[in-house]
């Protein structure tokens, strides 16, 4: 039986994948983007049935980390306020979380960590493909939504980051409060035992394991929960979403 249905879970993702292979032509017109977003649709809540929200990614041994992990998007933001806090050491530097929560607050990186720990050796899967496995340490992401209170009505978790992914529009990104309460979503300041490189997104990104790599928003500088997509970017919950991406990246 579970081989049935290991080959079941296989066949219906690899069925997904070639489905959307073949959607560029598809996707060029106006019937065709409406088509694509309900596809989109169907296909998060398949995932969702073949990887539960309880399902973990596969960790790893400390012989498996790769001797170099290759960064993705954006190296060294330019904007004012990062190079001020990498002077700084980020000393300085505090999370807001905001947005529908019961008590908003702006947290060190210390009171950060004082809500709780994990270490986990995860793949880091990008959509460009290639693949890099790394040894994260931080705080579940589930620790400070229980610090925060959500609201009844919040259903989404906005990350607005300190790196501008085109001129003054700094890079943003979303998951929904079950990716965000997966006890392998992490608010990353480690990487393989040391302080989180300005490359890999220091002081702080988000680990969300289950998903490519472009929804690991790095260079944290504030954490918004929403009803909706409504006020973020172009109404798709992430920059990338808003040129064409999928919101849900299962892998």
Not at 111 to 128: A, M, N, P, W
Request: proline letters at 5%.
């Amino acid at each position: 039986m579970t081989d049935r249905r290991t080959f079941l879970r296989r066949t219906l993702l690899a069925l997904g994948g070639a489905t959307l292979a073949g959607c560029d032509r598809i996707s060029e017109s106006e019937t065709g983007t409406k088509v694509l977003a309900s596809a989109e649709a169907v296909t998060r809540r398949v995932q969702r049935f073949l990887s539960p929200s309880t399902a973990l990614a596969k960790e790893f041994t400390e012989a498996d980390i790769s001797p170099v992990f290759k960064p993705n998007g954006s190296t060294m933001p330019d904007t004012p306020a990062y190079q001020a806090l990498l002077r700084d050491g980020f000393s300085g530097y505090r999370l807001e979380v905001d947005g529908m929560v019961e008590r908003p607050t702006r947290l060190s990186l210390d009171e950060l960590k004082s809500l709780g720990t994990r270490t986990q050796i995860t793949r880091h899967d990008c959509v460009e493909g290639w693949s890099a496995i790394g040894k994260w340490t931080g705080t579940p992401l589930a620790a400070l939504l229980d610090h925060v209170g959500p609201k009844e009505g919040a259903r989404y978790v906005v990350f607005h980051c300190f790196d501008n992914i085109e001129e003054d529009t700094p890079y943003y990104e979303s998951i929904d409060l079950v990716e965000a309460r997966h006890p392998q979503t992490l608010l990353a300041y480690a990487l393989n035992g040391a302080p989180l490189p300005v490359a890999n997104g220091a002081p702080l990104r988000l680990r969300v394991e289950r998903q490519l790599g472009y929804k690991h928003a790095k260079y944290l500088r504030r954490i918004e929960l929403v009803a909706s997509f409504a006020e973020v970017g172009e109404g798709n919950g992430g920059y990338w979403e808003d040129n064409g991406y999928e919101w849900y990246a299962g892998i």
